[in-house]
């Protein structure tokens, strides 16, 4: 099987970047605000440029950017980073049962790629944590799917911010594109209790400096998320019980 460079030929690459076409609508959006915004927060064209393609992560480029336009200290920015980012390390446990038997350049190279999203449309095509061979093609498919829909619009923001008018709303159009991929995302009683937590302990800690509210809602939000998971559900005991 071939595994690196992918074969764009694999029918399971094309059906990778199949599934993963309606998301990159809502992703190119939020990549084209992002790019507006980092010129704007004075970052500048070719600085905003390397932020789009080296840290590719667009809940925390949007986090930090106020952060870097106040002047806030280096480890604010990147806490807030780190802790927007801290369900990667969830994500990256889901994934060590498909992923396992790659070399570790081509997991390093796939972290980098991989989304929220993807992390969402491959569960639901492979539910079962078995390696498989056509996971692999699946999964190239659909990450560069998202990382070209990514790229191309958030350049196009980047090169294009002093045109596009602070007139037409792209802030707003950024946060209802946000809130569609985190609806997506949102598939169970746990996440979206989480959700809700997240969202009032932000409005709750709005008055803290240099947008700590963000740190607050992710930390209660991960706290919330871990005792549901621990509460006894339905057909499941008690945690620390014996079965």
């Keep these: 099987m071939r595994v690196f460079p992918p074969d764009w030929r694999d029918p399971h690459f094309r059906l990778g970047a199949r599934d993963m076409a309606p998301a990159a609508l809502g992703i190119g959006a939020w990549g084209l605000v992002t790019g507006v915004a980092m010129v704007k927060s004075g970052l500048g064209l070719w600085l905003s440029l390397w932020m789009s ?4 992560a667009g809940s925390a480029q949007l986090a930090s950017l106020p952060l870097i336009a106040t002047g806030a200290p280096l480890w604010v920015i990147w806490a807030t980073s780190a802790c927007v980012n801290l369900r990667f390390v969830i994500f990256s446990a889901g994934w060590r049962p498909y992923l396992a038997p790659l070399p570790r350049g081509q997991r390093l190279l796939l972290s980098y ?11 639901r095509r492979f539910p079962a944590p078995v390696p498989a061979p056509e996971q692999v093609p699946y999964l190239w498919g659909g990450v560069l799917t998202n990382w070209v829909a990514w790229q191309l619009m958030s350049v196009l923001g980047i090169v294009l911010a002093d045109v596009i008018p602070t007139a037409w709303g792209l802030g707003f159009a950024g946060t209802l594109a946000l809130l569609g991929l ?11 209790i989480a959700a ?3 969202a009032c302990a932000s409005v709750a800690a709005y008055a803290l400096p240099l947008k700590l509210n963000i740190v607050v809602a992710i ?25």
Excluded at 53 to 56: D, G, S, T
Aim: overall charge negative.
């Design 196 to 198: 809700m937590v997240a």
């Design 219 to 243: 930390a209660a939000a991960l706290a919330v998320g871990v005792l549901m998971e621990h509460l006894p559900g339905p057909g499941r005991p008690p945690a620390g019980t014996d079965v």
């Design 113 to 123: 790629l991989t989304t929220d999203l993807n992390n969402v449309v491959f569960m």
């Design 182 to 192: 985190t609806g997506s995302l949102l598939s169970s009683r746990a996440t979206w």
């Design 53 to 56: 393609l080296v840290v590719y």
